[in-house]
């Protein structure tokens, strides 16, 4: 019996000291991409294109930031610019850039990871006319809206949903 309690031991032993020396690397994934130069994408901002003292391998995918165009799509009743319901240019490029501060991580409000996607008002339509990516729309020629808002469950009393946003979309 205490020899097979010293096999055992020994044998535990042996297999503690020589079990990293064949094992597998703990995560083979990880080390092909750290030591492989071509998983990193080759592609570069628009602002280093412009640099010629940047190495081809110093961009890597995780330098690029996206953007994405908007639309503000504004359904006013009718009312002046500024009004509670037809906010300012001013304050709707505010509440973008709270977006981008919010998706950016900029701020001690904002929790999670650096999304690198940056919101900007859409310079094109879909028909390549200039424009702000501010679509204002008057709502009041749409029954009940003025006076019941929107909804999508034909509540009494308010506007007809499809009604509405057919006023909002381009090219109107």
């Not at 096999?7 to 297999?15: D, N, P």
């Not at 729309?137 to 034909?154: A, K, M, Q, W």
Request: hydrophobic share 40%.
């Amino acid at each position: 019996m205490k020899t097979s309690i010293h096999l055992f031991i020994i044998s535990f032993l042996c297999m503690i000291c020589f079990d990293n020396a064949f094992a597998q690397k703990n995560n083979p994934t990880k080390d092909w991409m750290e030591n492989n130069k071509n998983f990193h994408l080759q592609a570069k901002p628009v602002n280093a294109l412009e640099k010629d003292n940047v190495e081809p391998d110093a961009i890597t995918a995780k330098d690029i930031v996206y953007t994405l165009p908007v639309v503000v799509h504004i359904i006013t009743s009718g009312d002046a610019i500024g009004s509670p319901d037809n906010p300012t240019d001013a304050s709707i490029n505010a509440m973008i850039k709270l977006l981008n501060n919010a998706y950016n991580k900029k701020g001690t409000n904002y929790g999670g990871v650096n999304m690198k996607i940056k919101f900007q008002l859409a310079v094109r339509s879909p028909l390549c006319i200039a424009t702000t990516g501010i679509n204002r729309v008057d709502g009041s020629s749409i029954p009940n809206y003025i006076s019941g808002g929107i909804t999508n469950i034909n509540y009494a009393g308010s506007a007809d949903e499809v009604a509405v946003k057919n006023l909002s979309r381009w090219s109107n």
